[in-house]
T-cell receptor, first 119, second 112 residues
Framework: DAGVIQSPRHEVTEMGQEVTLRCKPI?????LFWYRQTMMRGLELLIYFNNNVPIDDSGMPEDRFSAKMPNASFSTLKIQPSEPRDSAVYFC?????????????????FGPGTRLTVL | AQTVTQSQPEMSVQEAETVTLSCTYDTSESDYYLFWYKQPPSRQMILVIRQEAYKQQNATENRFSVNFQKAAKSFSLKISDSQLGDAAMYFCAWCNFNKFYFGSGTKLNVKP
């Protein structure tokens, strides 16, 4: 079975450019999460969706960041304009809603991440 | 804000031995969940074990078990019969209904 697919795996861009990260969740999963990992701040939950609807985006650092989930099999995280401090590994994860308990507690399956470098 | 603390940046264990990774957290909530995630060099995060705070019984998954001390806000991970494939970063995490926090991680080295 294919796991969570993220593209690109590596992205190098220059400050000020728009960056779009892509994620394909596991088929049948109805929740999707975006995380950012940096040495300074560790792993942070940015935003998550359930049934394609954003549930909580309070972790999104700035208005430069936006995320969409137009359908159940695709999500994007966009940074516009990008800055050097956005350099990080961005992970996407998906889960299948289990009855009972908060959505965040469902077992999340992570993608391999996208390493973003903003020069 | 909730915090998750892993006080051991790096640990080493001999193959086939047992190692315990520490994690403490700070919360005023009574209902929450705790997790241990493994991140091997491939970078992909893998769930190792989870614990519901309302359950007194410690969770176990094969060679992995936890020691959950709710009053002490402690959630340690014990790896028995360590294997070379256990070498990775291990992250402790806390979540409630709408927030998810990770610790800073412990790098586990396994010596043959």
């Amino acid at each position: 079975d294919a796991g969570v697919i993220q593209s690109p795996r590596h992205e190098v861009t220059e400050m000020g450019q728009e960056v779009t990260l892509r994620c394909k969740p596991i088929s049948g999963h109805n929740s999707l999460f975006w995380y950012r990992q940096t040495m300074m701040r560790g792993l942070e939950l940015l935003i998550y969706f359930n049934n394609n609807v954003p549930i909580d985006d309070s972790g999104m650092p700035e208005d430069r960041f936006s995320a969409k989930m137009p359908n159940a099999s695709f999500s994007t995280l966009k940074i516009q304009p990008s800055e050097p401090r956005d350099s990080a590994v961005y992970f996407c994860a998906s889960s299948s809603r289990v009855a009972g308990g908060p959505l965040l507690t469902d077992t999340q399956y992570f993608g391999p991440g996208t390493r973003l470098t903003v020069l | 804000a909730q915090t998750v603390t892993q006080s051991q940046p790096e640990m080493s264990v001999q193959e086939a031995e047992t190692v315990t990774l520490s994690c403490t957290y700070d919360t005023s909530e009574s209902d929450y969940y705790l997790f241990w995630y493994k991140q091997p060099p491939s970078r992909q995060m893998i769930l190792v074990i989870r614990q519901e705070a309302y359950k007194q019984q410690n969770a176990t998954e094969n060679r992995f078990s936890v020691n959950f001390q709710k009053a002490a806000k402690s959630f340690s991970l014990k790896i028995s019969d360590s294997q070379l494939g256990d070498a990775a970063m291990y992250f402790c995490a806390w979540c409630n209904f709408n927030k998810f926090y990770f610790g800073s991680g412990t790098k586990l080295n396994v010596k043959p």
